[in-house]
């Protein structure tokens, strides 16, 4: 039998620094709650508002898959391998720290703020060489249906390549539809999370920014009354 855990947007932790926001889904920084660590291989979900000239100094990782999902504005990423470049709404950027990275992100707009999710997820094998990665994906191919952006085998499966046996989907379902999700891999797990508007899934309503982990179950069912943008993650659990 499917079971299901929501985890609502005002539940989240909150972190207001000034030229940040954020939002997190999961024990992140001064946030902490035992009983949401992480969801299986996903670590961190987090939803950031960066000022306008703003953003994350140069700073470390290692031994994690990092994705970076624009929702409005523009990311300015540099990094020790040598990659300088902004991502948009429509981008979805993959980082793998492995043996270890430097980077920043920073607001590339002096007149406007920039919109993400921040998305860690743990990998199947430590301390690969580094990886970046990213791909434009365009807006009419999510409409009323699954768009692959993140996969294990990259651009044969659809989306960025990440070290780890997830697939990540979006999907802006327009008002009085469904879809159905198969998943890839026996014993995964799924976490959707409602980017805009409303939604159902298996009968438990879900609003803007709420997430539902989902475990025990090879397919579930999506639908909308009004329209949504959801982004679906398929986890290891």
């Known amino acids: 039998m499917m079971n299901t855990l929501l985890h609502t947007a005002d539940s989240r932790g909150k972190a207001d620094h000034g030229w940040l926001k954020s939002f997190h ?26 000022a306008p000239g703003m953003g994350f100094g140069t700073h470390p990782h290692d031994n994690m898959e990092i994705i970076s ?4 504005g523009d990311l300015e990423h540099r990094d020790s391998m040598g990659n300088t470049t902004i991502i948009r709404e429509g981008d979805v950027q993959v980082m793998s720290a492995g043996t270890g990275i430097r980077h920043s992100e920073m607001n590339h707009n002096k ?10 997820i743990i990998p199947e094998k430590k301390n690969v060489e580094p990886r970046y990665d990213q791909q434009n994906f365009s807006g009419a191919d999510k409409t009323n249906r699954w768009l692959t952006v993140v996969s294990p085998l990259g651009k044969p499966d659809g989306g960025v390549q990440v070290h780890q046996q997830t697939w990540f989907s979006l999907s802006k379902l327009e008002a009085g539809k469904s879809l159905e999700y198969s998943l890839h891999r ?31 179950t090879d397919q579930l069912s999506v639908s909308s009354a009004s329209g949504a943008e959801i982004l679906l993650m398929e986890i290891p659990v």
């Not at 889904?25 to 969801?39: D, I, K, M, Q």
């Not at 996903?42 to 508002?49: A, H, M, Q, Y």
């Not at 026996?186 to 475990?215: C, P, S, W």
């Open 25 to 50: 889904t999961f024990s992140f920084s001064s946030y902490y709650n035992a009983e949401r660590v992480h969801f299986g291989a996903l670590r961190v979900l987090n939803d950031d508002t960066v």
């Open 69 to 72: 999902i624009p929702l409005a």
């Open 111 to 120: 007149d406007k703020e920039v919109r993400f999710l921040q998305i860690w």
């Open 186 to 216: 026996k014993g995964n797990g799924v976490y959707l999370f409602i980017l805009e508007g409303t939604a159902e899934v298996n009968g438990q309503a879900l609003a803007r920014r709420d997430g539902l982990a989902i475990t025990n």
